[in-house]
């Protein structure tokens, strides 16, 4: 029997040249009430790019660009009017996220370890909480990007994160800055103070202007870690890795005893030993590079 596939193929290529986009900008200018250094600027996207520099002015400056794409005039109308910038102003802090059906963003009442993600007000997504609280589960009827611009005065902090499609870009800011990224890379340029930055599958890139007298953190689970310092870093040094290497051209490093940490785990104590512990020069903040399968570079600017 002869078979013929040419009327199935067309179907396929038909129905994807029927697919419908629509891009628009979006425009927004923020001044906060209460001017303080604490001032804090929190972008939490989820699809699409986050950009963040320093300018002069003192406005909170927004450009985003929304893009949806959907195989019907329908479900475009309705991307269109479903996907929303979100905004919430704290008087000292201003935090933009996205507003949609299957998206629940709001402020959380979790006990967090540390200080890293006490910095954007215990707000984040929950996404068991979507629906309208039932419990079925919500599938968008199109696709969505959301790139965020933003223009902030140079000592705002800092905290930003976006999960598929999307790179971050941090520069040229004097505040602290916190980076989060699952599928995509994140490059903080110029920084003077501590940094906590994580991705999943990306490049970690970051360049200082002046060397932090705080802690700072960098991780990535399937990608590099490239740092560089101003010339005369001193610090302590972490690395742990899997099947990653570390280098750098930064002498002299010398090794500092194990460290254990002790910490509460249900009824009993957890104990984690770090052996992998360093003395760049006489020492100082600690900086602490965690990879899984990527190479970490550690470097100086020269003279």
Request: glycine content about 8%; some cysteine.
């Amino acid at each position: 029997m002869k078979r013929i596939f040419l009327p199935f193929i067309g179907i396929l290529f038909t129905g994807t040249l029927m697919a419908q986009t629509h891009t628009e900008k979006i425009s927004r200018e923020f001044t906060l009430e209460k001017k303080s250094p604490d001032n804090a600027l929190i972008v939490a996207n989820i699809n699409g790019d986050v950009k963040v520099m320093s300018y002069e002015g003192e406005k909170i400056v927004i450009e985003v660009t929304k893009s949806i794409r959907a195989k019907t005039d329908a479900r475009l109308e309705k991307g269109k009017s479903e996907i929303q910038l979100g905004v919430i102003d704290r008087a000292d802090t201003l935090i933009l996220f996205v507003e949609g059906p299957c998206i629940s963003f709001a402020k959380t009442h979790r006990k967090n370890k540390g200080d890293r993600w006490s910095r954007n007000g215990n707000y984040s997504y929950d996404w068991n909480d979507c629906c309208n609280n039932d419990n079925r589960s919500c599938r968008e009827e199109y696709d969505y990007t959301m790139d965020f611009v933003v223009k902030v005065p140079a000592a705002f902090n800092i905290s930003v994160s976006t999960v598929n499609d999307g790179d971050i870009l941090v520069e040229n800011v004097k505040g602290s800055v916190v980076a989060n990224n699952i599928n995509g890379s994140i490059k903080l340029t110029n920084l003077v103070r501590e940094a906590d930055a994580s991705t999943i599958n990306g490049d970690l890139d970051i360049t200082y202007t002046k060397n932090p007298d705080k802690d700072c953190r960098f991780y990535s689970l399937n990608g590099d870690i490239n740092a560089l310092f101003q010339k005369g870093l001193t610090a302590n040094l972490s690395f742990e890795s899997f099947n990653g290497d570390f280098y750098t051209d930064i002498q002299p490093i010398e090794g500092l005893p194990v460290k254990v940490e002790e910490t509460k785990a249900g009824d009993g104590i957890k104990y984690k030993v770090n052996g992998n512990r360093y003395k760049i020069r006489t020492g100082g903040a600690l900086l602490d590079f965690e990879t899984f399968n990527g190479d970490v570079f550690l470097k100086e600017k020269a003279n």
